[in-house]
Structures are given as C-alpha cells and as structure tokens.
C-alpha cells in the first residue's frame, strides 16, 4: 500500500488550501484515515481522523475550518482547509488504516505567511 499526498504549498493568512492523498496497492477498503501535522521543533499530531463508523474528530484549532473527507471510488483521502492561519504551518502526513494496518504518506508542506 502506498500513499501519495500533494496540495501543499504557500498561502497567505486567511487563504484555503485542499490536501490530496491517493492510495494504491492492494486495497480492499480504507477504514480509517487521519491526517497528522509536524511543525518545526514540535511532534506529530493529529489534525483530523475519521473512523469508518463515521465518527470524525478534529483537533480543536482546526473545528469548523477544516473537513476531512473521502472518495471511496478513486482511493483519496482530502483535507480541505479554509482560514489558515500561520500556526497551520507544518508538514502534513496521510494515514489510513487497512484491514488492521496503518500506512503513512510521505508529507507536504504547508506554509502560511504573508
């Protein structure tokens, strides 16, 4: 199983930017996904996670600016975010979960400055 993210880049203070990450292999169905940041100097944490029961948590910065979502057809797990602000700087990390296993993407990089 492999995951690609992309849709990273540079925003200004109050701009939207949508993560993509598309998963391929040997897929049967994606459980749960999550999305994770690392900013300079700090751990990794979550930002968004949803279970394939359908409950989804957010960190608390981020509830009511970002939405997780999925496309079962096309393998792709998406963060979009609107509002961004400068602490939103990080390194964004995929993850999914398959049939008990989790899988990480390799990241990208979201800056926010003007």
């Known amino acids: 199983v492999q995951l690609q993210a992309s849709g990273g880049g540079l925003v200004q203070p109050g701009g939207s930017l949508r993560l993509s990450c598309v998963v391929s292999?040997?897929?049967?169905?994606?459980?749960?996904m999550g999305w994770y940041r690392q900013a300079p100097g700090k751990q990794r944490g979550l930002v968004a996670y949803d279970f394939s029961g359908g409950t989804t948590n957010y960190e608390d910065s981020v509830k009511g600016r970002f939405t997780i979502s999925r496309d079962n057809a096309k393998n792709t797990v998406y963060l979009q975010m609107n509002s961004l602000i400068r602490e939103d700087t990080a390194v964004y990390y995929c993850?999914?979960?398959?049939?008990?296993?989790?899988?990480w993407g390799q990241g990208t990089q979201v800056t926010v400055s003007s």
């Open positions: 292999g040997s897929i049967f169905r994606i459980d749960d």
């Open positions: 993850y999914v979960r398959i049939r008990g296993r989790g899988y």
